[in-house]
T-cell receptor, first 112, second 113 residues
């Protein structure tokens, strides 16, 4: 059983471009979480999705950020019109039941 | 709002020394507590977790943690560290809604051989 797969591992975007981060959960996991890690900070919760539904998006910035977890395919975290402050490591985690979560290796986004 | 505090930002130890990393959380109700480790260049891995029952929890790689409800603490311990324990350690608590983990800022452990 492969772990949580995130791609790309590294992503460079110019200010104003769009960033798409992908997360394939572990097989059989229908719960997906996205977290953001800024330098010198712990992981901050962004959003929790359960197949096609957003359960909790209380950590998502109100503008430019969106997330989806379609019936088929990976979960996508989308950041429109990126700014320098969006540079961070973005981690995805999945869970079969909403309990223990397994993390991916993260995508490091750099906005130049 | 719930929060998690990790008191030590960076800990430096020699091999065979004992380790204790502090973690305090703010929520006073039923808690689910976790310690994760992140080795350089790798993803977060679960070391141990506490949901209920025996407050002394054994994890992988010789780690353990003790849940002390009266102190709102969940400190991580290891009697004798190894060079391979060099990593970043994160304490986390499940939020009241049960929908997310709230993480501390992490403690970087450096072990010299």
């Amino acid at each position: 059983n492969a772990g949580v797969m995130q791609n790309p591992r590294h992503l460079v975007r110019r200010r104003g471009q769009e960033a798409r981060l992908r997360c394939s959960p572990m097989k059989g996991h229908s719960h997906v979480y996205w977290y953001r890690q800024l330098p010198e900070e712990g992981l901050k919760f962004m959003v929790y999705l359960q197949k096609e539904n957003i359960i909790d998006e209380s950590g998502m910035p109100k503008e430019r950020f969106s997330a989806e977890f379609p019936k088929e395919g990976p979960s996508i975290l989308r950041i429109q019109q990126v700014v320098r402050g969006d540079s961070a490591a973005y981690f995805c985690a999945s869970s079969p039941t909403g309990g223990e979560a397994f993390f991916g290796q993260g995508t490091r986004l750099t906005v130049v | 709002a719930q929060s998690v505090s990790q008191h030590n930002h960076h800990v430096i130890l020699s091999e065979a020394a004992s380790l204790e990393l502090g973690c305090n959380y703010s929520y006073g109700g039923t808690v689910n507590l976790f310690w994760y480790v992140q080795y350089p260049g790798q993803h977060l891995q679960l070391l141990l977790k506490y949901f209920s029952g025996d407050p002394l929890v054994k994890g992988i790689k010789g780690f353990e943690a003790e849940f002390i409800k009266s102190k709102f603490s969940f400190n991580l311990r290891k009697p004798s560290v190894q060079w391979s324990d060099t990593a970043e350690y994160f304490c986390a608590v499940k939020n009241q809604a049960g929908t997310a983990l709230i993480f501390g800022k992490g403690t970087t452990l450096s072990v010299s051989s």
